[in-house]
Every structure is written in C-alpha cells, then in structure tokens.
C-alpha cells in the first residue's frame, strides 16, 4: 500500500512538472517583445520549472566571440560586475563548449569560473543548460541554489525548457530585427515618396516662378516711374507705394519658390554663433519697438564655434522672427537666445504669443502647410530644410503659460556634421516647456 501511494505520488508530481512546463512554454512564447525582455521572462521561468533561485541566461555574440550575459537573477551586482570583467565562456574554455555540444545539461564539478560567479553553491551545485541548434552551441542556462541534480525529473523539464528557451529568444530576436526593418523600409518609402513629390512640386514652382518674376519686374519699375510725378502726401503716391510693397512680398515669395527647385548649397564652416543672433537683433529692432514688443538677447561669452552657413542660418533665424512678430500685433515678448548643454549648443527663437494648436505641431514643418490665410506652406518647411542640411535638430514646443520656441540644437564637434536625411519630418506632439 505505502509503496502504491509513493508511486501515485511521483506521478501526480511528474505530471504537475509536465503541466508547469506547457503552462512556461505558453507564457514563453506569448511573450511578443525584444530579445532582452524575452530573455528576462525566459530566466525567470527555468528558475521556477527547476526550484532554484539562482541564474544567468548567455548568449553567444557572433561579432565578440564570447557568451554575453542577457539576463541575471538572484546574484549580487558583485556578481554581476565580476562576470561582465571577465574573458567569459569564449575560446578559452573549449572543453567546456565541447561538452555542450555533446552533452544536455552536464555538471561541471570543478570549473574556475562557476566558483567565481556562485561562490555559496559550489561549481558542483551548479547546473548548466546548453541553447542550441543543430550547427552550434547558441547560449547557456546557469541554474544554482537548489537541488536540481539529484531529481531526474527536473533534469529533464530543463533539459526540455532549455531547447524552447531557445527557439522563443531565436524567435523574439528574428521578430525584433524583422521589425526594425520594416520601420527602416517605411521610412524610407515615406521619404521616396516625398522626395518626388517635392522634386516634382520643385519643378512646377521653378517654372511658375520663372514666368511671374519678370512682369512682376515691369509692374514694380512701372509704379516706380508714376510714383515720380505724385506728391508724397497724395492718396495716389500712397496707393502706388502700397503697390511696390505687395510685389516685393510676392518677389520674396518667388524667391522661396526658386530655393525649393534647387538643391541647397551650404557653405558650412566654424564660427561663433553670437554673431548671427546679434545681426538679427539689430535688424529686428525697429519693428519690434514700433510694435511695442520687448526684444530679449542671451548669448555668453564663452559659447564655443559651432558648423553653419551663417547667412542661410540667419535667413531662418529671420524668418523665424518675423513670424513671432506677426503673432505679437500688440505687443509682447521675443526672446534670442544660445546656451550649452553637453556636447550641444541650442539656439532658442521664443515668444509669448498664443502658441500653436497642438493638432497641428506635427504638420509644421510640412511643405505647403500654412496656418495663415495667404502663406506659401513653405517658410518653416525651408528652415527646416536648411537645419537639417546643416546636420542642426530642430524642435518647436509650445512654453507655459502661453508663447512658441523653436530650438536648433548644434553637435559641438571638431568635423563637419552630416546631414540629418528627413523630408520635412514630422514631430510629435510635445508637452509645453517651462
């Protein structure tokens, strides 16, 4: 009877071991995540399948030649530091990979580094678990702190864990890579497409720009003439003045037209970039006292030179600011400013105006997108264009408790940065900034 109860008992335990593994190999591999997350719910799970409260999870690196460790339970960060100063499980250890290879789950009795990585169990007391596939050895399973060489049954549930541990991180690391590509190939469908449209939109606006500029020449020198013979104070020399002004902003707009059909041409070279915020101070005063808009300048003295066409960077530092102001019809606050942060250097272009919908900061910096009646869509889009060519990140946000900052951020660096590749790239939207 007693010998008919410990049979039933050592099935209802075998089956339970059996039922823990389908119910581990389930969770094991639902778990859709990256490669370190499925080893991390991969370790945890081989510790709770064998009873002990110890582990590593190591996987062969292809580029480095040694087993890097993945994930870690139960050790000290001692432990762990000691490992990863370690020459680990390379080509210094053959037999050790030989008896992988051969052998499922052999019990390394005296090996040097096992006594230095679980000290309180013994190299005896440690059990390892090959991954691997059927061409080589692809990763271990170090398992310590209980009794797992003495119970056949554990052996095997490991034995048999280990080889899906397997299969599930092959898997979350095929599934990781697949898709990183897919994103890298709908970015880049993303950027074909608009780079003909824009190429095509480019032509078109070379063209029409070509035809409007030379009547726009004629009206402009005609209005010149006639303003000639009118008195300054008359309502016709008025008009006429009215006149020149409206061409000059359509010919500033052609001109804009014409960049887009051209590729930029950036004359990039170190320099100081108190000089450009300076120039644009001095330009933008008039109209800022006129309006009665406060001008702030903050630049220190010992900002260091930063990679920039300074004259196309000021045209966007220009238009950056004439767009402030337009928001600032009665008044306000404009501010210019640089400061380090690291390794950048950001230069910031805020005002305290209304601020920008949040719907539509990730439609800003889009070609022909304008949130003014009568705009082109393509003065942001060109300063964009133009920091991204010069290798310069460019970020809008809007600031409590009301107001907008657009923000270069400059790689302080001794080579010529590379361009950032984006087509007017589209920002999320952002939380305001203090």
């Not at 399948?49 to 030649?65: H, V």
């Amino acid at each position: 009877m007693a010998s008919q109860e410990k049979n039933i008992e050592a099935v209802s335990e075998e089956n339970r071991r059996l039922w823990a593994l389908a119910r581990a190999t389930s969770i094991l591999f639902s778990h859709r995540a990256s490669r370190s997350l499925s080893c991390a719910r991969a370790l945890e799970l081989a510790l709770e399948l064998s009873s002990t409260t110890r582990g590593m999870l190591l996987i062969f690196n292809q580029d480095s030649g040694l087993f890097e460790l993945e994930s870690s339970q139960g050790l000290s960060n001692e432990q762990v530091e000691s490992y990863m100063e370690m020459p680990v499980f390379d080509r210094e250890y053959p037999e050790l990979l030989e008896a992988l290879r051969h052998e499922a789950g052999p019990m390394l009795k005296s090996h040097p580094l096992l006594a230095q990585l679980f000290p309180e169990d013994g190299p005896e007391a440690v059990y390892v678990l090959p991954l691997q596939s059927e061409e080589d050895l692809e990763g271990m399973l170090l398992l310590a702190g209980g009794d797992v060489a003495q119970q056949p049954s554990i052996v095997l549930v490991a034995r048999i864990f280990a080889q899906r541990v397997h299969a599930a991180v092959s898997t979350a690391y095929l599934f990781e890579q697949l898709r990183g590509k897919t994103e890298a190939l709908e970015a880049a469908t993303i950027t074909l497409v608009e780079t003909e449209k824009l190429a095509l939109a480019g032509q078109m606006s070379g063209t029409v720009a070509h035809q409007l500029r030379n009547p726009l020449s004629v009206i402009s020198a005609s209005v010149q003439l006639l303003m000639q013979d009118q008195d300054e104070a008359s309502d016709a020399y008025k008009a006429m003045d009215l006149v020149c002004q409206k061409v000059a902003d359509m010919d500033a707009t052609i001109g804009v037209l014409q960049e887009l059909a051209k590729p930029l041409n950036l004359q990039l070279r170190p320099i100081g970039v108190g000089t450009s915020l300076t120039t644009i101070q001095r330009f933008i005063a008039p109209r800022c006292h006129s309006q009665g808009v406060e001008l702030a300048l903050g630049v220190p003295s010992d900002l260091p030179p930063i990679w920039m066409d300074e004259n196309k960077f000021q045209r966007c530092l220009l238009d950056l600011c004439v767009n402030s102001l337009q928001e600032l019809p009665h008044g306000g606050r404009l501010v210019l400013a640089a400061a380090r942060f690291g390794t950048r250097l950001e230069v910031r272009v805020e005002d305290n105006g209304p601020g920008i919908p949040p719907e539509l900061l990730p439609k800003l910096f889009e070609p022909f997108f304008s949130t003014k009646a009568r705009g082109s869509g393509l003065g942001l889009y060109n300063v964009k264009r133009v920091a991204d060519a010069m290798g310069v990140a460019l970020e809008v946000h809007n600031v409590e408790p009301h107001g907008a900052s657009f923000r270069f951020s400059f790689p302080i660096t001794q080579e010529k940065p590379q361009p950032i590749l984006t087509l007017a790239s589209r920002q999320e939207p952002r939380e305001p900034r203090p």
